[in-house]
C-alpha cells in the first residue's frame, strides 16, 4: 500500500491471482466493458434511495442485496 486511503493488495480480485488467475479474466472484463458502454449511450441509471450497499464476498464478489436503479430511456 502507497497511499492512506488505498485498500491493499487482493483486497478485490474477483478473477483469483498468481497461477491461479481465471482463464476467461481477460473476456470478461472487454465484454463488461462492451456492455456498460451499451446501455450507458442507451439509458440513464438513477441509483434509488435508502439502499444499504453491502458485500457478499462468497465465491464471486457481489452486492449482497442488489443494487437497486431507476432505469430511464
Known amino acids: 500500500m502507497t497511499k492512506v486511503n488505498q485498500k491493499p493488495n487482493f483486497a478485490y480480485f474477483p478473477f483469483g491471482g498468481g497461477k491461479r488467475i481465471c482463464i476467461g479474466k481477460s473476456f470478461a472484463l472487454m ?41 430511464w430511456k
Open 31 to 71: 465484454e463488461a466493458t462492451i456492455i456498460i458502454a451499451l446501455i450507458s449511450q442507451r439509458f440513464k441509471l438513477e441509483l434509488l434511495p435508502n439502499q444499504n450497499i453491502e458485500i457478499d464476498p462468497t465465491f464471486t464478489l457481489r452486492p449482497k442485496n442488489g443494487i437497486k436503479v431507476k432505469l
